[in-house]
């Protein structure tokens, strides 16, 4: 009888994985009523070249890179795309409460849209450099997050986009830490 080499397998459990989120309620996903234009600068949060679905794409591609040699930092880029996807999820809301399309295209000003694609990820092999990309998209994103605050005037919209940048600096001070690690 042949006997079979024992095949590769990637060693890091994933079990019990939670989102790596600040431990803080979200506010109700509610707007003061429809608005075009705000569904629009969420779209670009939603899925334009800084955005949560950016976000979770970089995240767990980095994780997968990651998950056979450094299990503990897989597991936490793991757990910070959790994050962001509820995130992408909330945003989700917010738009369609707003009045706009989930179509996974940003919407400037002037009307145009652009489809999301993986053109905008960052995606280095080295850790180091590869963190501090991760790094710089979550302080791109708290940038956009309080630029679209000063722009929407909906205290409801406002208040999940606040709590959202609390993750955000939650995801910097993560990152950090595991800079120290490599």
């Not at 024992?6 to 989102?19: Q, W």
């Not at 179509?103 to 009307?111: E, L, Q, R």
Request: aromatic fraction near 6%; proline fraction near 4%; charge should be negative.
């Amino acid at each position: 009888m042949e006997q079979r080499e024992n095949p590769l397998s990637a060693a890091c459990n994933f079990s019990g994985m939670k989102p790596a989120m600040a431990d803080l309620p979200y506010p109700p996903i509610e707007v003061r009523g429809r608005n075009q234009g705000y569904a629009d600068l969420l779209s670009v949060d939603y899925c334009g070249a800084v955005s949560e679905l950016s976000a979770i794409t970089q995240y767990i591609n980095n994780e997968n890179r990651l998950s056979c040699e450094k299990c503990s930092m897989a597991r936490t880029l793991l757990g910070i795309a959790m994050a962001e996807m509820m995130h992408l999820q909330k945003l989700g809301e917010l738009i369609v409460l707003l009045g706009g399309d989930i179509d996974f295209s940003a919407k400037n000003k002037n009307g145009r849209q652009k489809m999301w694609t993986p053109e905008y990820l960052v995606l280095p092999q080295n850790v180091k450099k590869m963190l501090s990309a991760d790094i710089e998209a979550e302080k791109a994103a708290i940038s956009q997050y309080k630029m679209h605050i000063g722009m929407i005037k909906d205290d409801c919209v406002d208040a999940v986009l606040e709590r959202i940048i609390i993750d955000e600096e939650y995801h910097i001070m993560i990152l950090h830490a595991l800079m120290r690690e490599v």
